[in-house]
């Protein structure tokens, strides 16, 4: 007989939150481990006091697992007990391989022996999604997302301000030796600071968004927050998306994504998003031009051009919501767990 252990953490005790959870966690232990129908035998659950609208075990069954028996019970209200957590233990037979155990979302703190500080890179072009999967699937795991894409908007407003082009390499090296780019979390989301500022909403002005793509391919800016990048990646889990995350920040990531969507199709995100701000002016067809020129600066410049490393797998979002392309990453993560 094998005991395989697990557990997940909730974000709102409700029974729809408890039943996804259950299942993801449940599906996760499942692939790992290679299980089926037959080889489980008992899955025992236990909850923290703070989970009351569903059992576990109520939502395993209405997630497909029939012929199991299933098991839950309430864990005693200790102090500093991790919240909104869900254990499990499941009994099974037949396994041909050391049993792997599965912690995910902030339950991973849980079991740091097993649960390693990774990093999960994802590149992509602008529109494609990659930032707003990424924040997502940051959340989901209860690590650190980090917007590397609004750190180089940042040297781009430092030029911008003083009135200096890209193409002058010497007055933009020594502007953005000038400058401090850090980066702040406040309420689980990054704030971008340029010399003690917070420019966090300025940064993603369309011209802005133009100017960081030339800046974007001076070495000496590249330097310096690449060192930046890996600094703050290196304390800690975290999701990064950018350009060259996979191929030049982060090569040795574990866990390496290209995330993509047609250029009509990301000009449209950026259209609607435009005339939720307020700004109806936008011509669909002059953004989608704009977004077919981003790409071909992106992928022509000569340092860290954009590109899909070798081992990353590709993540079309042209036809996927938000929810299926990170319940898909993490899913190809699981696999390679």
């Known amino acids: 007989m094998n005991i395989i252990r697990g557990a997940i953490t909730v974000e709102r005790d409700t029974p729809e939150e408890i039943k996804g959870k259950t299942g993801e966690l449940l599906r996760a232990l499942k692939v790992a481990n290679g299980l089926d129908e037959d080889n489980l035998k008992a899955i025992i659950f236990s909850t923290t006091q703070d989970i009351r609208s569903c059992y576990p075990a109520k939502a395993a069954r209405e997630c497909g697992f029939e012929k199991t028996a299933l098991f839950s019970a309430a864990e005693p209200d200790i102090e500093g007990a991790l919240p909104l957590c869900i254990r499990v233990m499941i009994f099974a037979e037949g396994?041909?391989?050391?049993?792997?155990?599965?912690?995910?979302?902030?339950?991973?703190?849980?079991?740091?022996?097993?649960?390693?500080?990774?990093?999960?890179?994802?590149?992509?072009?602008?529109?494609?999604?990659?930032?707003?999967?990424?924040?997502?699937?940051?959340?989901?795991?209860?690590?650190?997302?980090?917007?590397?894409?609004?750190?180089?908007?940042?040297c781009a407003l430092q030029l911008y301000r003083k009135g200096i082009s890209p193409e002058d390499a010497a007055a933009a090296e020594a502007a953005i030796e000038e400058a401090d780019v850090d980066v702040r979390y406040e309420n689980g989301a990054q704030r971008t600071l340029l010399n003690g500022e917070d420019v966090s909403d300025e940064i993603r002005k369309n011209e802005i968004s133009m100017l960081a793509s030339s800046v974007a391919k001076l070495g000496s800016v590249r330097k310096k927050m690449v060192q930046k990048q890996r600094e703050i990646a290196g304390k800690q889990s975290c999701v990064l998306d950018g350009r060259d995350i996979g191929t030049a920040v982060l090569p040795d990531a574990p866990f390496k994504f290209f995330v993509t969507a047609d250029a009509r199709v990301r000009a449209e995100r950026r259209w609607k998003e435009l005339r939720e701000k307020g700004n109806t002016q936008i011509d669909l067809d002059e953004l989608t031009k704009e977004i077919e020129a981003r790409d071909k600066q992106d992928a022509n410049r000569a340092v860290s051009p954009l590109r899909r490393a070798a081992d990353a797998v590709t993540v079309d979002t042209s036809n996927m919501t938000v929810e299926q392309a990170v319940a898909f990453i993490r899913e190809k993560i699981q696999e390679k767990i």
């Open 95 to 154: 396994l041909t391989e050391k049993e792997k155990h599965v912690y995910l979302g902030k339950a991973a703190s849980l079991r740091r022996d097993i649960s390693r500080k990774f990093a999960v890179a994802l590149d992509g072009p602008a529109g494609s999604g990659k930032s707003t999967i990424a924040k997502a699937l940051a959340a989901a795991y209860g690590i650190l997302y980090l917007d590397t894409g609004a750190m180089y908007r940042a």
